[in-house]
């Protein structure tokens, strides 16, 4: 059983800037593909960023160019980097663990960008 725990998220002022971090325990990081998700009120949860074992990343459209995702592997934790920050992007933040058939969600972790 994988376990994720987000941390990070919190309240911003728009431009600034927030780093979530994704802790996992019973399963290692370079093995899944890891992503981030958001999900605002009365809107359905859409990705943010994924980093594959290969280390190939992908971002939805919405925060090219202003978020990073990245990963420690010696500490078995995932990273989102958070630049330029927007009300739009506010919402819950979750951490996913793909293995393929099978994946694993963390709890979440509010993000509030104030404009």
């Known amino acids: 059983q994988v376990h994720l725990v987000e941390s990070g998220g919190g309240l911003v002022q728009a431009g600034g800037s927030l780093r979530l971090s994704c802790a996992a325990s019973?399963?290692?990081?370079?093995?899944?593909?890891m992503g981030w998700y958001r999900q605002a009120p009365g809107k359905q949860r859409d990705l943010v960023a994924q980093?594959?074992?290969?280390?190939?990343?992908n971002y939805g459209d919405s925060v090219k160019g202003r978020f990073t995702i990245s990963r420690d592997n010696a500490v078995n934790t995932v990273y989102l980097q958070m630049n330029s920050l927007k009300p739009e992007d506010t919402a819950v933040y979750y951490c996913?663990?793909?293995?393929?058939?099978?994946?694993?969600w963390g709890q979440g972790t509010q993000v509030t960008v104030s404009s």
């Open positions: 996913n663990y793909d293995l393929g058939l099978t994946d694993y």
């Open positions: 019973g399963g290692a990081v370079t093995i899944a593909t």
């Open positions: 980093i594959t074992p290969g280390s190939n990343t």
